[in-house]
């Protein structure tokens, strides 16, 4: 039954495990884009230029989960490295692409094999059984609660909210 003491103390255990499970994996992550004198979130935006091709910055910051002003900010970081480029929007004069420069795409392109190969070992503590349940299982999760409205709960000691 929900909202029971054990679902609650279930569902802190989790959180806590999910925690730290995706702090321990970020740091092989982390250090591994590190070497390459980039950050996380260049990355980020590096890798899904790559696989996606040229994205608008509002593509880019819905790939990438991050604001408005973070994505312009990292992406004029790329643009003065030389690894990204800004390209004008045919159909909208306010809207504008991001693209992968030749040099971005070289970079891309050495680095993404080796990032795999990171997060396979940081992931090898599961069978590939075991990580396509945890993938459905993370997916439903995920799916679930962002589809629910937020919990509040009442403060007990507010009798009006009563």
Same mark, same amino acid.
């Not at 321990?24 to 591994?32: K, L, N, P, Q, Y």
């Not at 990355?43 to 608008?56: N, Q, S, V």
């Not at 420069?101 to 396979?120: D, K, N, S, V």
């Given at each position: @039954?929900? /909202? *029971?003491? &054990?679902?609650?103390? %279930?569902?802190?255990?989790?959180?806590?495990?999910?925690?730290?499970?995706?702090?321990?994996?970020?740091?092989?992550?982390?250090?591994?884009?590190?070497? &390459?004198?980039? /950050? @996380?979130?260049?990355?980020? #935006?590096?890798?899904?230029?790559?696989?996606?091709?040229?994205? %608008?910055?509002?593509?880019?910051?819905?790939? #990438?989960? #991050?604001?408005?002003?973070?994505?312009?900010?990292?992406?004029?970081?790329?643009?003065?490295?030389?690894?990204?480029?800004?390209?004008?929007?045919?159909?909208?004069?306010?809207? *504008?692409?991001?693209?992968?420069?030749?040099?971005?795409?070289?970079? #891309?392109?050495?680095?993404?094999?080796? &990032?795999?190969?990171?997060?396979?070992?940081?992931?090898?503590? %599961?069978?590939?059984?075991?990580?396509?349940?945890? *993938? =459905?299982?993370?997916?439903?999760?995920?799916? *679930?609660?962002?589809?629910?409205?937020?919990?509040?709960?009442?403060?007990?000691?507010?009798?009006?909210? =009563?």
């Amino acid at each position: @039954m929900q /909202g *029971t003491e &054990h679902d609650e103390r %279930l569902a802190l255990k989790l959180w806590v495990v999910l925690s730290r499970t995706v702090n321990a994996v970020a740091r092989h992550t982390e250090a591994d884009i590190a070497r &390459h004198g980039i /950050g @996380m979130t260049e990355f980020g #935006i590096l890798e899904a230029l790559y696989h996606k091709g040229p994205l %608008l910055l509002r593509e880019v910051r819905e790939k #990438i989960l #991050i604001s408005g002003g973070g994505v312009t900010y990292v992406v004029d970081k790329l643009v003065e490295k030389g690894l990204v480029e800004r390209r004008a929007c045919d159909r909208d004069r306010r809207a *504008t692409y991001a693209a992968l420069t030749p040099e971005g795409e070289a970079l #891309i392109e050495r680095i993404f094999p080796e &990032h795999a190969r990171c997060l396979a070992h940081a992931l090898s503590g %599961l069978t590939p059984e075991e990580k396509d349940a945890a *993938t =459905a299982l993370l997916k439903r999760l995920g799916t *679930t609660a962002a589809a629910l409205p937020p919990h509040f709960a009442v403060d007990p000691l507010d009798e009006a909210a =009563a």
